[in-house]
C-alpha cells in the first residue's frame, strides 16, 4: 500500500463511525472491553448475554459480589436465585452505564411473556434496584417481549415514566400495537426473519431483498409516515451488508464481532433510511384491535414462530442462568 493511501485511510472514517453520524450506534453486548472499544451510545443485555459474560473469568467477580451482598436477604430457594439475578442483571447494567453516555436495556424474564402484571411488577423491580443506585429512570429501558401482553404491559409501564423496549418483533402488526402503545423503543429482529426466509425457500437473501432489512424498511415508514415518536431499533443482524441496509435508522444494536468489521471498513456507508422519504411513503394505516392483532400475528407463520422461539429460547437462558447463580449460593 503506497503511503498516500495509506494516509487517506486514516484520515476517512471507518464504517462504524460513517454510521454514527446518522444513526446511534448500540452495543448488543454485556462485555465491558467491547463497548469501551466501539463507543457506542447505548447499550442492550439479555440473560443470554450476562451468562455468557458471567463465565468469563474477567466478570466472574460481579457475581460474586453480588452473591456476598445479598446473603443477607432472608430469602431461601427460588426467591433468593430470582432476587440475586435481579441484582447480577442490573449490576452490569450499571457497570456498562458507567462506560455508555446513554442507555441500558435490561430485560424482564421471558416467562412472563402472557403476564401483564408479573411482567409489570418484574419492570417495577428492576428499575426500583437501579433507582437505588441512583441511576435515573431514562438512562434504563425495559425489555419486554411483544406479545399482546407484553405489549398492554408496556403500555402501562410508560405511563408510570418507565421505559420500555419491545423485543422479539417480527411484524408490522406488533410494531404498530407498541407505536399506539407510546413504547419508547421497539427491536425488529432482522437476522431471525432473514434465518427463516432463508430455511423456508432454500436460498439466500443479500442487500435490499433481504426480508429482514425490508420488516424494519417497511415498520420504519410507517412510524415516520404517521408521525409515531416510538425510536426502530434494528437488532440481531448476521452480515454487516444488513447493517449498511438500515443506515439511517433511528437506532441499530450491534454485536461486538460485527461492530469490528465496520470498524475495519473504510468503504462508504450511504444513509438508506430518511424520515423525510418515509413521510412520502404510500403506506395504509393499520386499525387493530385484539382480534384483529392476534389474527394477523397468526396469519403471519414466521412471526408466529419466531416469536414462540424466540420466548422459548431466552426463558431457557433464564433457567441456565438459575442453575448456574444457584451452584454458586453456599
Not at 82 to 88: A, G, N, T
Not at 268 to 288: I, T
Request: aromatic share 8%.
Amino acid at each position: 500500500m503506497s503511503t498516500a493511501v495509506a494516509e487517506e485511510k486514516k484520515t476517512k472514517l471507518n464504517q462504524l463511525e460513517q454510521l454514527k453520524k446518522f444513526t446511534k450506534v448500540v452495543a448488543d453486548t454485556a462485555d465491558f472491553e467491547s463497548i469501551k472499544e466501539f463507543k457506542p451510545q447505548d447499550a442492550t443485555t439479555n440473560p443470554s448475554l450476562v451468562y455468557a459474560a458471567t463465565q468469563k473469568p474477567q466478570y466472574s467477580h460481579l457475581l460474586e459480589e453480588v452473591l456476598a451482598d445479598r446473603k443477607k436477604s432472608g430469602l431461601s430457594g427460588a426467591a433468593q436465585v430470582e432476587d440475586i439475578i435481579d441484582h447480577l442483571l442490573v449490576q452490569f447494567g450499571c457497570d456498562i452505564l458507567e462506560i455508555v453516555p446513554g442507555r441500558i436495556s435490561t430485560e424482564t424474564d421471558a416467562r412472563l411473556s402472557f403476564d401483564v402484571e408479573g411482567s409489570i411488577k418484574k419492570a417495577r423491580q428492576l428499575v426500583k434496584l437501579y433507582e437505588e443506585r441512583k441511576i435515573p429512570r431514562e438512562r434504563v429501558l425495559i425489555k419486554v417481549a411483544s406479545t399482546w401482553e407484553g405489549i398492554n404491559a408496556a403500555e402501562q409501564l410508560q405511563k408510570e415514566g418507565i421505559k420500555c423496549n419491545l423485543t422479539l418483533m417480527f411484524s408490522l402488526p406488533q410494531a404498530v400495537r407498541c407505536a399506539e402503545a407510546k413504547v419508547q423503543l421497539i427491536s425488529p429482529f432482522v437476522g431471525r426473519i432473514y434465518d427463516w426466509y432463508k430455511k423456508e425457500n432454500k436460498r439466500d437473501y443479500a442487500g435490499p431483498e433481504d426480508p429482514g432489512v425490508q420488516s424494519v424498511q417497511e415498520i420504519y415508514n410507517y412510524y415516520k409516515k404517521f408521525g409515531y415518536a416510538t425510536e426502530v431499533m434494528g437488532a440481531s443482524f448476521r452480515n454487516v451488508g444488513q447493517i449498511l441496509e438500515l443506515a439511517g435508522c433511528d437506532a441499530l444494536t450491534i454485536s461486538p464481532e460485527l461492530m469490528k468489521e465496520l470498524s475495519e471498513s473504510h468503504e462508504s456507508v450511504e444513509r438508506k433510511l430518511d424520515p423525510e422519504k418515509a413521510k412520502k411513503a404510500d403506506v395504509q394505516r393499520l386499525e387493530l384491535d385484539e382480534k384483529k392483532f392476534r389474527y394477523l400475528v397468526n396469519d403471519n407463520a414466521m412471526a408466529t414462530e419466531k416469536t414462540a422461539e424466540g420466548i422459548r429460547k431466552f426463558a431457557a437462558d433464564v433457567v441456565k442462568l438459575e442453575k448456574f447463580v444457584a451452584s454458586k449460593i453456599k
